[in-house]
Structures are given as structure tokens and as C-alpha cells.
């Protein structure tokens, strides 16, 4: 079963990509990270991280106010308890994905790879389509609009080596023929970088989505 996603409208952002090297700095502290998933499961104040944690309430508030600062938790409700005021926070997005362009001249590069069947240029090409997304993710929030993605995913088991490389070049073909169908050089058309990649499944994925439910389409 091929899974396909398209992007649309949300009234608010589900994945921050990480552009600032303050706000990646805030999350190399293990605590950090742990107080992050903690109140991805549920919001909380830093009295209460302290009683399900452990660790000093005043330590935690350093390290809380910290990551709002950065942007990584966001302020929920404020409310007086005991003659203070208690301050709840929610993690201001569902998962952080950290922009590769901040490696700079270090980070991978596919046209520097010779080699296009190795797992070394697949990952530069992964890298790359990271990059290009943050910025146009950047571009499009900036403007105020959607961005528009195309995501293809499936799996399929080959009997042998001979039969995966009859597929890759029958895939080859199709889209070959698909995009020469489809290409429009004319004014006010818009280029789309279209990705194919395979690589062998993890075992544990093989697990995972025998106990999960169909993939549908839905927002991203």
C-alpha cells in the first residue's frame, strides 16, 4: 500500500525546524530533552516536572525558562496557587527537526558524491531535501501560506537482487515517461524536485506497522 501525504493549511505549525543555533543549543542538555518529552505528553509547571522528576523546582525553572526563551515550550495558563503564581507550559510543537544548513560548508553535499548508488549520496540528498524544505517552510510561513508537498511512501520485498534491479529500472521508466508528460516550461510554471529512494527496511519498522492501523491521507 503506497501512503501518500499532501501538505494543507494549519491553523498552527506540528513540526518547528530548529534554524537557530541558540535554540539547538538549549537542547543538547539530556535534562533538557527529558523535560521536553515529559511535557509532550502532558503540560505542566516546573513544581509539578519536580515532583515527577525529582530534581529541585528552582533548578528546573532555570532550565524551563531557558527553553522558552528559545522558543522550545510555550506558556499555557498562568494561575495563583499558595500566594504565587504558577506557570504551566506545553512544548510549543509536536516534534524539532534541526536545520542541516547549519553545518554550513560541513554539511553533505550529493554533487560532491560521485558515486549515486551509495548510502553516502542517498544521505546527502536526504540532507539536501531537509535543507530546502526548512527554507521554503521559512519562505511560506513568512508569506502566510501553505506549502505544497508531494510524500510517496511504500514497501515492497524482493525475492532476489535480480528482481530489485528489474524494478528500479521499470520505475526508472515511469517516471522518465511521467515527467516527460508532464513538464511545462512555461511562463508561470513551478519546478518540483521529485526524490526516489530505497533502502532495506528496519526490522523493528516491519513490527511497528504490523500492529498499526492503514495509513490515510491527512494533513501534515
Known amino acids: 500500500m503506497v501512503q501518500r501525504g499532501t501538505a494543507r493549511p494549519q491553523a498552527s505549525e506540528h513540526l518547528?525546524?530548529?534554524?537557530d543555533p541558540r535554540r539547538v543549543g538549549s537542547l543538547l542538555s539530556p535534562l533538557r530533552r527529558q523535560l521536553l518529552a515529559e511535557l509532550g505528553h502532558e503540560p505542566d509547571s516546573a513544581?509539578?516536572?519536580?515532583?515527577?522528576?525529582?530534581?529541585?523546582?528552582?533548578?528546573?525553572?532555570?532550565?524551563?525558562?531557558?527553553?522558552?526563551?528559545?522558543?522550545?515550550?510555550?506558556?499555557?495558563?498562568?494561575?495563583?496557587r499558595r500566594g504565587c503564581v504558577e506557570r504551566t507550559l506545553r512544548v510549543s510543537a509536536r516534534a524539532f527537526v534541526i536545520d542541516p544548513a547549519l553545518l554550513g560548508s560541513l554539511g553533505a553535499d550529493p554533487s560532491a558524491i560521485q558515486d549515486r548508488f551509495s548510502s553516502s549520496y542517498q544521505l546527502a540528498?536526504?540532507?539536501?531535501?531537509?535543507?530546502?524544505?526548512?527554507?521554503?517552510?521559512?519562505?511560506?510561513?513568512?508569506?502566510?501560506?501553505?506549502?505544497?508537498?508531494?510524500?510517496?511512501?511504500?514497501?515492497?520485498?524482493?525475492?532476489?537482487?535480480?528482481?530489485?534491479?528489474?524494478?528500479?529500472?521499470?520505475l526508472?521508466?515511469?517516471i522518465a515517461r511521467l515527467a516527460a508528460r508532464y513538464q511545462d516550461t512555461t511562463p508561470g510554471?513551478?519546478?518540483?524536485?521529485?526524490?526516489?529512494?530505497?533502502?532495506?527496511?528496519?526490522k523493528r519498522a516491519a513490527a511497528e506497522d504490523a500492529t498499526a492501523s492503514p495509513t490515510r491521507e491527512k494533513p501534515s
Open 189 to 202: 510554471s513551478r519546478a518540483f524536485r521529485i526524490v526516489l529512494a530505497g533502502h532495506p527496511a528496519l
Open 172 to 174: 526508472a521508466d515511469a
Open 125 to 170: 540528498t536526504a540532507t539536501r531535501l531537509a535543507r530546502e524544505l526548512a527554507e521554503l517552510q521559512r519562505g511560506a510561513a513568512s508569506a502566510k501560506k501553505a506549502l505544497p508537498t508531494i510524500t510517496l511512501e511504500t514497501e515492497v520485498r524482493f525475492a532476489s537482487a535480480e528482481r530489485r534491479a528489474t524494478f528500479a529500472e521499470e
Open 16 to 19: 518547528h525546524v530548529l534554524d
Open 47 to 80: 513544581a509539578g516536572l519536580a515532583r515527577r522528576l525529582g530534581f529541585p523546582r528552582q533548578k528546573l525553572n532555570y532550565h524551563l525558562r531557558q527553553m522558552e526563551d528559545a522558543g522550545l515550550v510555550e506558556l499555557l495558563e498562568e494561575r495563583q
